[in-house]
């Protein structure tokens, strides 16, 4: 489908897991499969909810694992959340580098103050301690515009799943009240900053769940291709509400196919 695709396509943006790999493992043919829509002038844009790495270390992530990418072709969900922001917002921020570092370049401004706070910005912290998540509520019930990079409720480990930042936003509503705005897929900031990034067109979302990356693409009038390389199984598609553009086995059948 490579011709096809890149004829079809302006952009084509790849979820990571279940697309590009498992963990930090290609997924199978995976690497060549990028090559062969890179050579065939397809833009590219490798997409994740992940809010925790900087896309320089996603980068850096994906070329070990032998796809080769630079961080202006990835975009993450702390991206996205940074540009629902104005520069010169001043941002309590739950998070590590990989939400700190967008929203600096943002122009934001980064406050320990949560009365100082005009947005409160959360994406998972794997260090997170209580006194954060306290000041993260004082500042969202303070008036502090409460953002959530992404609403993934669990973080997959070797050991199982424990909690995502979909679970800290829950604790934090919970407490305030306060519905946050969430910038990940399947919600329209992240595919609005992908379409920014991406030449004028039509585009296409491949990814590995139905819930998020097919039902949040088709949300904007994307294209959606599942691959069944990740979460969701093809059973879980003939039950889906929202049906896929294109179904293929994993990114390299898709390509190929
Ligand atoms: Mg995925």
Redesign the pocket.
């Known amino acids: 489908m490579t011709s096809a695709l890149s004829h079809r396509y302006a952009g084509v943006v790849l ?5 590009c790999v498992t963990g930090k493992t290609a997924i199978p043919g995976a690497a060549e499969a990028v090559t062969r829509l890179r050579d065939a002038g397809t833009a590219l844009l490798f997409a ?2 992940n809010s925790t790495r900087t896309p320089e270390q996603v980068a850096a992530m994906l070329t070990e694992a032998g796809i080769s990418a630079q961080a202006p072709e990835v975009l993450t969900s702390s991206e996205a959340a940074a540009e629902l922001l104005a520069p010169g917002t001043r941002c309590y921020v739950v998070g590590m580098d990989g939400l700190r570092e967008p929203l600096a370049a943002r122009g934001c401004v980064l406050t320990t103050d949560p009365f100082a706070a005009e947005a409160c910005v959360v994406g998972m912290d794997t260090s997170l301690v209580f006194s954060v998540l306290a000041d993260a509520a004082l500042a969202i019930g303070a008036g502090a515009r409460f953002i959530g990079t992404n609403p993934d409720t669990s973080f997959p480990t070797e050991r199982g799943p424990v909690p995502g930042n979909g679970a800290l936003l829950a604790a934090l509503r919970t407490t305030t009240g306060v519905e946050p705005e969430v910038a990940g897929k399947p919600h329209a900031a992240l595919f609005d900053a992908a379409a920014a990034r991406l030449p004028d067109g039509p585009r296409l979302m491949v ?3 139905l819930d ?2 097919v039902a949040g693409a088709a949300a904007q009038g994307w294209d959606t291709a599942l691959v069944l390389s ?2 969701s199984s093809a059973a879980d598609a003939e039950a889906s509400p929202v049906t896929p553009t294109y179904l293929a086995a994993d990114l390299a059948a898709l390509v190929d196919g």
């Open positions: 979820d990571i897991d279940g697309v994740t909810n990814g590995d769940r998020t990356d990740g979460v």
